[in-house]
C-alpha cells in the first residue's frame, strides 16, 4: 500500500512540474500589464522586409564586325544591345566601363575620335587604334523620358547613365567605332563591357 501510495505521490509530482513548466514558458512570452485605475502598454511593432530582386536580361556576349572594304571609317558596328527589366520597378542603366581586354588575334588601344587621322592610318596604326563608343540609337521607344543621347567612348568612359526602363520594357544600345581601314588580314579583338542595374 505504501509502494502504491509513492507512485502516486511521484506521478502528481511530475504532472505538478510539468503544469508549472508550460505555465512559465507561456507567461515568459506574454507581458501582463497591471495597475490601479488606468493601466497602459506600449508594444513594439517589428516588420521583416525581403530585398526586392533586380533582374534585367541582357546579352551573354556581343560581337562586332568592321568592313574597311565599305571605305566608311566611322559607323555602327552592333545593330542591337537589347536590355529586358524584369523588376517589378523601375531601374537605372549605368555603363560602368568599357575597355580592350586580351583574347583576340590583336589588342586594340582605345582613343578618342579626334585623336587620329582615320582615313589614312597605315597598316601598324590600324591594328593598333579603335575610338570604341556606346549609345542610345535615335528614335527609341522604351527607355523612360529623359534618357542619355551622348556617345561615350571607352577611352574616357567611366560609370554614365544611359538612362531608365520600367517593368518589362526593353532597352536597346548600339556599339559605333572609329578605325582605320588597312587591315593586312582578318584579325578578332576582345573588349570587356559591365553593366550596372539599379532600383531608381
Excluded at 590583336?106 to 587621322?117: E, G, I, K, T, W
Excluded at 549609345?135 to 527609341?140: A, D, F, L, T
Excluded at 584579325?187 to 570587356?192: D, E, G, R
Amino acid at each position: 500500500m505504501k509502494l502504491k501510495l509513492r507512485k502516486v505521490f511521484m506521478m502528481i509530482v511530475v504532472v505538478a512540474l510539468i503544469v508549472a513548466a508550460t505555465t512559465a514558458t507561456a507567461l515568459a512570452d506574454d507581458t501582463i500589464t497591471t495597475g490601479e485605475g488606468d493601466a497602459s502598454a506600449t508594444v513594439p511593432v517589428e516588420g521583416t522586409i525581403s530585398a526586392l530582386t533586380v533582374s534585367v536580361t541582357h546579352p551573354a556576349t556581343i560581337a562586332y564586325s568592321i568592313d574597311p572594304n565599305t571605305g566608311d571609317t566611322y559607323g555602327i558596328i552592333d545593330p542591337e544591345i537589347t536590355l529586358v527589366n524584369n523588376t517589378l520597378v523601375p531601374v537605372r542603366v549605368t555603363v560602368e566601363s568599357m575597355f580592350a581586354t586580351p583574347g583576340g588575334t590583336l589588342q586594340f588601344a582605345d582613343v578618342l575620335p579626334s585623336d587620329r587621322d582615320w582615313a589614312n592610318l597605315n597598316v601598324a596604326d590600324s591594328k593598333e587604334f579603335i575610338a570604341l563608343g556606346l549609345k542610345i540609337p535615335p528614335n527609341v521607344m522604351e527607355w523612360n523620358v529623359g534618357y542619355n543621347e551622348g556617345t561615350y567612348y571607352a577611352a574616357d568612359m567611366t560609370m554614365v547613365e544611359f538612362g531608365t526602363l520600367n517593368y518589362g520594357c526593353m532597352g536597346v544600345l548600339t556599339l559605333v567605332a572609329n578605325h582605320g581601314l588597312a587591315f593586312d588580314q582578318a584579325y578578332t579583338s576582345m573588349h570587356s563591357l559591365f553593366f550596372m542595374f539599379d532600383l531608381v
